[in-house]
């Protein structure tokens, strides 16, 4: 089993570009998340799934959108890029209720 | 306002000795508590959680406390070793109620395990 799989590992953008950021997971799990993690704070919640057809806000959604495309499957967009984006954005999964998460690799993205 | 904090950004332990990790909440609805380890370039992965239900947790060489009274619970690994040299993330979460399975992570504590 891969786990969870993040495409791509790295981007670069110019301010207001667009991109999406892939995730699957190959575990059969029924709820998905995005987070960003930032130097010294920690990861947050930007969107998560929390079961196939349903996609709700977390801490910082502004600036996202994401889709739950099946259930292996959890994108994220963002429409136009600014340097507040520059971030390492990490997908996770779980079976609820078991609240432990799974993690992928990680996408580093950098907006100039 | 952060509901849950780790209030040392780094800490530096010898080989073989215990290393303590730290960490606070404030939301006395969370109900379960998760630690998890990060390699650079890596994403975090799952070390070891505790329910509210108990005070300690033990898996091989590493525990965790929890404090309920206190609001505190803390990661101990022993004895340390150099692999263990990466940054910690202590996250909770409430298993009732809205927003059930969400993890709010701490900011992380980077431990350094020196030959």
């Known amino acids: 089993n891969a786990g969870v799989t993040q495409t791509p590992k790295f981007q670069v953008l110019k301010t207001g570009q667009s991109m999406t950021l892939q995730c699957a997971q190959d575990?059969?799990?029924?709820?998905m998340y995005w987070y960003r993690q930032d130097p010294g704070m920690g990861l947050r919640l930007i969107y998560y799934s929390a079961s196939e057809g349903t996609t709700d806000k977390g801490e910082v959604p502004n600036g996202y959108n994401v889709s739950r495309l099946n259930k292996r499957e959890f994108s994220l967009r963002l429409e136009s890029a600014a340097p507040s984006q520059t971030s390492v954005y990490f997908c996770?999964?779980?079976?609820?209720?078991?609240?432990?998460?799974?993690f992928g690799p990680g996408t580093r993205l950098t907006v100039t | 306002d952060q509901q849950v904090k780790q209030n040392s950004p780094s800490l530096s332990v010898q080989e073989g000795r215990i290393s303590i990790l730290n960490c606070d909440y404030t939301n006395s609805m969370f109900d379960y508590f998760l630690w998890y380890k990060k390699y650079p370039a890596e994403g975090p992965t799952f070390l070891i959680s505790i329910s509210s239900i108990k005070d300690k947790n033990e898996d091989g060489r590493f525990t965790v406390f929890l404090n309920k009274s206190a609001k505190h619970l803390s990661l101990h690994i022993v004895p340390s070793q150099p692999g263990d040299s990466a940054v910690y993330f202590c996250?909770?979460?409430?298993?009732?109620?809205?927003?059930?399975?969400?993890?709010?992570f701490g900011k992380g504590t980077k431990l350094s395990v020196k030959p």
């Open positions: 996250a909770a979460s409430r298993l009732y109620g809205g927003s059930q399975g969400n993890l709010i």
């Open positions: 575990m059969n799990h029924n709820s």
């Open positions: 996770a999964s779980s079976e609820l209720p078991q609240p432990k998460q799974y």
